[in-house]
């Protein structure tokens, strides 16, 4: 039997990168990878191609080369990065073409990487966090958990995938340990002493390969993952340990978080101010156990650490 395509949104990115890394490392699995990009001719896109890996062109502003970019497959990995252009508009009209495109093209099963609307616990009348940008509160959760209703409304099986904080975010995002005015290192977020369910981007494509796998056990389902849930302090004393020195945990106030002016502060205030202050709401669908029966080989903090110590810079 030939085995069923499954096209991935973002495949030279963190997520769609990691499921197609997973789909390849399952050699008699029943799919096989069909990679999407904006730029197959990129030095990610030729990577995936000497792998063996269809790499299609297609833009997730351009519903006509998604359509085509889906035609024949049977499942769709479908992820958009808020981060690219800052905008929830952009965002929730990329997601209405990627619903749009599944449906025109038959695909059988989606996965739509989201996140929770935090307006339905903070409403915008809400003044404990500024809303932002006229109608949000976390702009880049809201405008994906709106978007659920595009792929949920068009009739194609779906499984809602929520995922939880990057732990690759202390290599890449700037999140990572810092020397204060004493000389030590320390990690800085407006967590209090609440737990942050944690993920390393690599086991959310393992997680959303096993979704594939279960097929229609998930479908109509929305499955919320992680590695492990930590306090800020606990994520220190990880990080002390696999560094070999001494990193501090400096919980600040999100009111301090969001003026710390870099692009994007008061969005990511706001939202770890959101899982502070719904720690429980958060925290219990992202269920660790269920991860790991998705992906066996997902990583804690501590062997996340051990794996990629080296990458993270040390300023």
């Known amino acids: 039997m ?79 990065n808020f981060w690219e252009h800052f905008s929830p508009e952009k965002e929730m009209a990329q997601a209405k073409n990627l619903a749009d495109a599944a449906k025109a093209a038959g695909v059988k099963h989606v996965i739509w990487s989201t996140l929770e609307d935090t307006r339905k616990l903070v409403p915008l009348t809400d003044d404990r966090m500024p809303t932002l940008k006229d109608k949000y509160k976390v702009p880049h959760f809201d405008a994906k958990g709106e978007s659920d209703a595009f792929f949920t409304g068009s009739g194609v099986p779906t499984t809602l995938l929520a995922t939880s904080f990057y732990w690759d975010n202390f290599i890449y995002f700037g999140m990572g340990p810092k020397k204060g005015e004493d000389g030590k290192l320390a990690i800085t977020l407006p967590m209090g002493d609440k737990k942050l369910p944690g993920i390393a981007a690599e086991d959310i494509g393992k997680c959303a390969y096993g979704i594939f796998k279960k097929g229609e056990a998930l479908f109509g389902k ?43 502060a008061d969005d990511l205030g706001n939202m770890f101010q959101y899982k502070h202050d719904f720690e429980k709401e958060f925290c219990a669908p992202r269920d660790v156990a269920f991860s790991k029966e998705l992906n066996p080989e997902l990583q804690s903090f501590a062997t996340f650490l051990q794996k990629n110590k080296s990458r993270i810079p040390l300023e």
């Open 2 to 80: 030939s085995k069923k395509i499954i096209a991935v949104i973002g495949a030279t990115g963190a997520q769609g990168g990691a499921l197609v890394k997973a789909i390849l490392a399952d050699k008699g699995g029943d799919f096989v990878a069909r990679a999407i990009t904006r730029k197959p001719d990129s030095d990610k896109g030729k990577a995936l191609a000497a792998e063996g890996v269809e790499v299609v062109a297609a833009d997730l502003d351009d519903p006509a080369s998604l359509k085509k970019a889906f035609e024949g497959a049977h499942g769709a990995y479908c992820v958009t």
């Open 222 to 264: 929305t499955v919320a993952i992680a590695g492990e849930h930590l306090t800020g302090a606990e994520m220190a004393k990880a990080l002390s340990h696999a560094l070999e020195q001494e990193v501090k945990y400096n919980a600040v106030p999100p009111a301090v978080f969001r003026s710390f002016g870099f692009p994007g």
